[in-house]
T-cell receptor, first 114, second 113 residues
Framework: GENVEQHPSTLSVQEGDSAVIKCTYS??????FPWYKQELGKRPQLIID?????GEKKDQRIAVTLNKTAKHFSLHITETQPEDSAVYFC?????????????FGKGTLLTVNP | DGGITQSPKYLFRKEGQNVTLSCEQN?????MYWYRQDPGQGLRLIYY???????QKGDIAEGYSVSREKKESFPLTVTSAQKNPTAFYLC????????????FGPGTRLTVT
C-alpha cells in the first residue's frame, strides 16, 4: 500500500522566516495531495491541496510544490506568524473505486517564535 | 465547524468492554472515515465507507467494527479485541471519496483502564 514519509517531525522558526515541510510517497498512481493543519486541541483542517496535473499551487503565504518524478511534495509557508504554530499533516491518495483513500504522514510540529 | 459531529468528547471504559463512538454528518456527503490519532503517529485509517451499506478496512482495522446503515451516520465500535484502545478518534466525511476535501469532526478521546 501507499507509504507517506514526512520530514521534519518538529520545526522551529522565528517569526517572519519561511518554513518548509517535505513529504515523499510510494504509489506512483497517487494523484491528490492535501495538506492539513491541526491547532492544539482542534480538528485538522485543509489548508491547501494539489493534484497530479499541477506542479505548484499558491494561496497567499502558503504554497505547495509537487515533483511526480521524484514522488515528493512540499509545503512552503512564507512570512511565518505565531498563529501558524500547529501540527501539519501531508497526505497522498491511493487505490481506486471503492478502495480509494488517503494515507497521512506522521505530522510536523511547527513552532513560530515571536 | 458545523456539519460533522462526534459524541461524546471524552469517553471512559473498563478493559474488556465494547464501546461505540458516534459520528453524524448533515453535509450530504457520500464518504465517511474513521481515523485514530496517537502522538507521533499521524492519522491512521481504521475504516472507511464510500456509500451506504458498504465499507472497507483501513490500515489498522483489527479490533474495530463499523456500520453504515444511513448516509449521515457511521458509528465505530471499539471491541475488547483491540489491544491498545486508548487514543483520540477522529471521524471525517467528504463529498465523494475521490480527490475531495475531508471534513473532520471534533474527535472523541477514549480512555480504557
Amino acid at each position: 500500500g501507499e507509504n507517506v514519509e514526512q520530514h521534519p517531525s518538529t520545526l522551529s522558526v522565528q517569526e517572519g522566516d519561511s518554513a518548509v515541510i517535505k513529504c515523499t510517497y510510494s504509489d506512483s498512481a497517487s494523484n491528490y495531495f492535501p495538506w492539513y493543519k491541526q491547532e492544539l486541541g482542534k480538528r485538522p483542517q485543509l489548508i491547501i491541496d494539489i493534484r497530479s496535473n499541477v506542479g505548484e499551487k499558491k494561496d497567499q503565504r502558503i504554497a505547495v510544490t509537487l515533483n511526480k518524478t521524484a514522488k515528493h511534495f512540499s509545503l512552503h509557508i512564507t512570512e511565518t506568524q505565531p498563529e501558524d504554530s500547529a501540527v501539519y499533516f501531508c497526505a497522498a491518495s491511493s487505490g481506486g473505486g471503492s478502495n480509494y483513500k488517503l494515507t497521512f504522514g506522521k505530522g510536523t510540529l511547527l513552532t513560530v517564535n515571536p | 465547524d458545523g456539519g460533522i459531529t462526534q459524541s461524546p468528547k471524552y469517553l471512559f471504559r473498563k478493559e474488556g468492554q465494547n464501546v461505540t463512538l458516534s459520528c453524524e454528518q448533515n453535509l450530504n456527503h457520500d464518504a465517511m472515515y474513521w481515523y485514530r490519532q496517537d502522538p507521533g503517529q499521524g492519522l491512521r485509517l481504521i475504516y472507511y465507507s464510500q456509500i451506504v451499506n458498504d465499507f472497507q478496512k483501513g490500515d489498522i482495522a483489527e479490533g474495530y467494527s463499523v456500520s453504515r446503515e444511513k448516509k449521515e451516520s457511521f458509528p465505530l465500535t471499539v471491541t475488547s479485541a483491540q489491544k491498545n484502545p486508548t487514543a483520540f478518534y477522529l471521524c471525517a466525511s467528504s463529498i465523494t471519496a475521490v480527490s475531495y476535501e475531508q471534513y473532520f469532526g471534533p474527535g472523541t478521546r477514549l480512555t480504557v483502564t
